[in-house]
Each structure stands twice: as structure tokens, then as C-alpha cells.
């Protein structure tokens, strides 16, 4: 009779265990400082079903969310263009991925409150023309790229007679391409150029004073989680991030970019 309790109790166990919910998370892990991926475990990376670990501000931003709703977690290592696809197919429960609440993406689906704010920067060389360039019109005649189907793309477009590249599929390109001299310059938020030039010390970023740089809609410049159309999960993601003050979001950037990989 013992060993019956026993075993009801351990199958009670199992069987909440079970059932907790998994919070699976897409995101493009190759886009440092807010996702990357890595060989080896931390404290902080979390596993990934093809192999590696991933990290980065999502990742961490994404445990304490999904800590605070008390819910499993998996990361979903899926490619820029596939993470609103793969959303709306239900392959895939929230975006948290960099990805900001532009209007075009609103269209399709729905975005938390934000959970970091930055602004727009252009990543050059530091030994190239445009290092000490201070507005968009100096970055007039420069051969300037940004990533594929995202808004930093159509922002090049602002600059006075500009060469716009062909968009490229992730930041770790352009970073080969800006090396190798294909191109002047690349559109980037401010940490993502931080991660950038902390990893490739020939790099630097041009930032602009008020009045000097894009024009954007401050929605572009804010990253926020993407979630289906008419989904609870946007109130509860919006309580469990209410709980993150803006100081600890700060502390998690600098915590992840002194901790991201160096380039190899």
C-alpha cells in the first residue's frame, strides 16, 4: 500500500511537471548584442535543438518573461524573414528577436510595450573616409547597406546622393563586406554598433546630434515582442516586463556585451 502511494504521488509529480507550459521563442541568434549563438554553455545561454547555445539581450530579456509567468522556455533559432512567418503558422509563441513594432509589421501582428528603446547609427572603419563624418550629408557619394526587411534599409534612402547597396541577410555580413572594403558604411542601432566594434577593433560608429541624422517614427527605433493577433500572451508579457526597471534593462546590455563572443 506504501509503495502505491508512492507511486501515485511521483506520476502527481511528473504529471505538473509535465504540464507547464513552454514559451517558445523565435528569434535569429547571429544578431549580437540581442542574440547570438555559441558553442559552448553558460549561466545565461540557453540550448538550441540544432546544437550551440544562444545568448544575448533577448535571450536573458526572454527568461526573465517567461520566469515570471512560470512557463518552460525554448529558444527557436529561425531566420529574419521566417520569424513573422513562423509566428503566424503557430510554429513559434513570440518574436523577441531586436524586432521592432514598425507599422508595416502591426499589420500583421501585434507588439508588447517595448523593452528597450535606442536610436539609429551608421557603422564604418575607422580608417575610412567617413570616420569623423558628423551628419547624413557627409555620408554623400558613400556605398551604405542595411539589413534585408528591415526598416534600417529604407532609412539609407535619406542620405543626399548616396550609393545604397544591395540589403544583406545578417549584420555578421555586412561586418565581412564593410572589412573587406565592398562598402563605406552599414545602418545599425546603437548596440548592435557597439557589439560590432567591440568585436572588430578596426571598426568604429558614427553617431549624430539632433537634427543631423535620420528622421524616423519612434516606434522603428524600439524593440519590442511580437505576438499573433489578439493573443493573451501580449498582456501578460506586458506585466512580466513592467516588472524589469529601466535600470535593470540597462544592466542586462552591459552585462551582454561584455560577455558576447569576440570575433574570431
Known amino acids: 500500500m506504501k509503495r502505491l502511494f508512492c507511486a501515485l504521488i511521483a506520476l502527481m509529480l511528473l504529471g505538473s511537471f509535465a504540464c507547464a507550459e513552454t514559451l517558445r521563442v523565435g528569434m535569429e541568434c547571429n544578431y549580437a548584442p540581442y542574440n547570438w549563438t555559441q558553442t559552448e554553455a553558460s549561466d545565461e545561454a540557453l540550448p538550441l535543438a540544432g546544437g550551440g547555445y ?3 539581450y533577448d535571450v536573458r530579456i526572454a527568461k526573465r518573461v517567461a520566469e515570471y509567468l ?5 529558444i527557436v533559432k529561425t531566420e529574419w524573414d521566417g520569424l513573422v512567418p513562423s509566428l503566424l503558422s503557430g510554429h513559434i509563441d513570440v518574436i523577441i528577436a531586436g524586432m521592432s513594432p514598425t507599422a508595416e509589421r502591426m499589420a ?4 508588447t510595450d517595448p523593452y528597450y528603446e535606442s536610436e539609429l547609427v551608421v557603422v564604418v572603419r575607422k580608417d575610412g573616409a567617413y570616420a569623423d563624418a558628423a551628419s ?8 551604405i547597406t542595411g539589413q534585408l526587411s528591415t526598416f534600417h534599409y529604407t532609412v539609407i534612402d535619406q542620405i543626399p546622393d548616396v550609393q545604397k547597396q544591395t540589403a544583406m541577410d545578417t549584420f555578421p555580413t555586412m561586418i565581412v563586406a564593410l ?3 565592398a562598402i563605406d558604411g552599414y545602418i545599425s542601432e546603437r548596440p548592435g554598433a557597439e ?14 546630434a539632433d537634427g543631423q541624422g535620420f528622421e524616423t517614427d519612434p516606434a522603428d527605433t524600439s524593440i519590442a ?5 489578439g493573443s493573451k ?6 506585466e512580466a516586463l513592467a516588472a524589469i526597471s529601466d535600470e535593470e534593462r540597462l544592466q542586462i546590455m552591459e552585462d551582454v556585451l561584455a560577455d558576447q563572443p569576440s570575433a574570431e
Open 54 to 56: 544562444a545568448d544575448g
Open 70 to 74: 512560470g512557463y518552460d522556455i525554448e
Open 108 to 111: 500583421t501582428i501585434d507588439f
Open 136 to 143: 547624413l550629408a557627409d555620408f554623400a557619394g558613400a556605398k
Open 179 to 181: 572589412n573587406a572594403g
Open 195 to 208: 557589439s560590432a566594434v567591440a568585436t572588430n577593433p578596426d571598426l568604429t560608429y558614427v553617431e549624430f
Open 225 to 229: 515582442v511580437g505576438v499573433a493577433k
Open 233 to 238: 500572451l501580449t498582456a501578460q508579457i506586458n
